[in-house]
């Protein structure tokens, strides 16, 4: 078992900058992690995703925007995001997979970021 707390969302103006952090339960050592967003109306989707190696995948609206990151010591996983656009705003989910294990699927509850025009 996995618990994620995320934590950084808020309101920022268009162009601002935030840092999502996503604290796990235990070590991340053998977990893959990553960040999903969901706005209203839209389904849930990738933003991006890190591996236990350090291997990472964003998704296309990112470009070059975002940088996740992981800290083994501290459990923790990152979003930095900058240039923000109205159309980030969504909430985003933190994720967790054990790596020997394909059927995990850990969510955190999620944080709200709202970016202004």
């Known amino acids: 078992q996995v618990h994620l707390v995320e934590s950084g969302g808020g309101l920022v103006q268009a162009g601002g900058s935030l840092r999502l952090s996503c604290a796990a339960s235990?070590?991340?050592?053998?977990?893959?992690l990553g960040w999903y967003r969901q706005a209203p109306g839209k389904q849930r989707e990738l933003v991006a995703t890190i591996t236990s190696v350090g291997s990472t995948n964003y998704g296309d609206f990112v470009k070059g925007r975002f940088t996740i990151s992981r800290d083994t010591a501290k459990n923790t996983v990152y979003l930095q995001m900058n240039s923000l656009k109205p159309e980030d705003t969504a909430v985003y989910y933190c994720n967790a997979r054990i790596i020997w294990d394909p059927r995990t699927d850990y969510w955190g509850q999620g944080t709200q970021v709202t970016v202004s025009s």
């Open positions: 235990r070590s991340i050592f053998s977990i893959n």
